[in-house]
């Protein structure tokens, strides 16, 4: 079955960074567009990031472009997202999701816990 | 503020029915397929329908989803206290060259 497990998330001072991934497994990673989402706490989802199968097409999200880079290593299954100089407003659960037809998200991650605080 | 708007909340009696709706621009719902998503308390968000009214696999057929213009809308019968939850709508924006989501609608059955 589709199974996707982030990691990386924790506590990191304002001006920091972190690197989430994303472990992708249960069907050909290769073949399927992948996004960033995140969800402050109490508030509605906003999207981060998408890069397309091959890695050559990436968008950012006005709020981390210069700060969040997305990555993926299809030999290993695996997506990334660095975060550098992050803020407190960067506080949230960060998902990640595979892109299904239509820009829909069919599988989501179970969500990192990125805390922004000195 | 959200790209797109939905209701902040709705309420219904069990075994009533529900909509939400979800309003957008050309640049995003006017030119792209709409897909919704259910997240209860504490867990991920789920994929309720997509390509505007098309419901994945699993989904049952209390669920619905429609597209018209620069809006879509979800409607759910048959409500169950377990639909109690937080739904969202989302879209690509070709302005943007960005996804887009509702701000949530928080479904309360009464």
């Known amino acids: 079955q589709v199974q996707l497990v982030e990691s990386g998330g924790g506590l990191v001072k304002p001006g920091g960074s972190l690197r989430l991934s994303c472990a992708a497994s249960g069907f050909i990673f290769s073949d399927y567009y992948m996004r960033w989402i995140r969800q402050a706490p109490g508030k509605g989802l906003e999207w981060v990031s998408y890069?397309?199968?091959?890695?050559?097409?990436?968008y950012y999200a006005n709020s981390v472009k210069g700060r969040f880079t997305v990555s993926r290593d299809n030999a290993k299954n695996l997506l990334y997202l660095q975060m550098n100089t992050l803020r407190a407003e960067d506080t949230a659960v960060y998902y990640c999701a595979r892109e299904y037809s239509g820009s829909s998200l069919d599988h989501w991650g179970q969500g990192t816990l990125v805390t922004v605080s000195s | 503020q959200s790209v797109l708007t939905q209701p902040s909340s709705v309420s219904a009696a069990p075994g009533q029915k529900v909509t939400i709706s979800c309003s957008g621009s050309n640049s995003n719902i006017g030119n792209n397929d709409v897909s919704w998503y259910q997240q209860l308390p504490g867990t991920a968000p789920k994929l309720l329908i997509y390509e505007n009214n098309k419901r994945p696999s699993g989904i049952p057929d209390r669920f619905s989803g429609s597209k018209s213009g620069t809006s879509g809308t979800l409607g759910i019968t048959g409500l169950q206290t377990g639909d109690e939850a937080d739904y969202y709508c989302g879209t690509w924006d070709n302005s943007l060259s960005g996804g887009v989501f509702g701000g949530g609608t928080k479904l309360t059955v009464l």
């Open positions: 890069i397309s199968s091959s890695g050559n097409t990436i």
